[in-house]
Nanobody, 124 residues
Framework: QVHLIESGGGLVQAGGSLRLSCAACGLTFSRYGMGWFRQAPGKEQEFVARISGSGSSTYYADSVKGRFTISRDNAKNTMYLQMNSLQPEDTAVYYC?????????????????WGQGTRVTVSS
C-alpha cells in the first residue's frame, strides 16, 4: 500500500522560509515523478512544482519560480520543497503527489497517489 506523508508546514512571517518534506513508502520511489500542489482557502487546488524520478528535471508554477525549490533524495524515498521569501498568498494546504510517469506532470489528473497535506500559513 502506498503512503505519502507530508511534514514541515507551520506558521511563518512574510519573508520567511519553510521546508516541506514528503516521505513515500510502498512504491519504487525513483520510478515516480513527484509533484507539489496547494489549495488556498476558498480556492481550487493548483500546481506548485514537479520533479522527475531521477531528479534531473524540475518545473515550477510562475507564482513560485525563483522562490521555491523542489528536490528529492531517492535513497531516503523523500521529496522536499524549500520555500523562501514566503508571502501571505502562499498560505495553503500543500499536498505531495506521485505519478507513475517518471517525467512527472503539472496536471492533477495525472497523479496516482496523494498525501493528506500539510498546512502552511504566512502572516503579513
Amino acid at each position: 500500500q502506498v503512503h505519502l506523508i507530508e511534514s514541515g508546514g507551520g506558521l511563518v512571517q512574510a519573508g520567511g522560509s519553510l521546508r516541506l518534506s514528503c516521505a513515500a513508502c510502498g512504491l519504487t520511489f525513483s520510478r515516480y515523478g513527484m509533484g507539489w500542489f496547494r489549495q488556498a482557502p476558498g480556492k481550487e487546488q493548483e500546481f506548485v512544482a514537479r520533479i522527475s524520478g531521477s531528479g534531473s528535471s524540475t518545473y515550477y508554477a510562475d507564482s513560485v519560480k525563483g522562490r521555491f525549490t523542489i528536490s528529492r533524495d531517492n535513497a531516503k524515498n523523500t521529496m522536499y520543497l524549500q520555500m523562501n521569501s514566503l508571502q501571505p498568498e502562499d498560505t495553503a494546504v500543500y499536498y505531495c503527489a506521485a505519478n507513475q510517469n517518471s517525467d512527472g506532470s503539472d496536471q492533477q489528473r495525472d497523479y496516482d497517489y496523494w498525501g493528506q497535506g500539510t498546512r502552511v500559513t504566512v502572516s503579513s
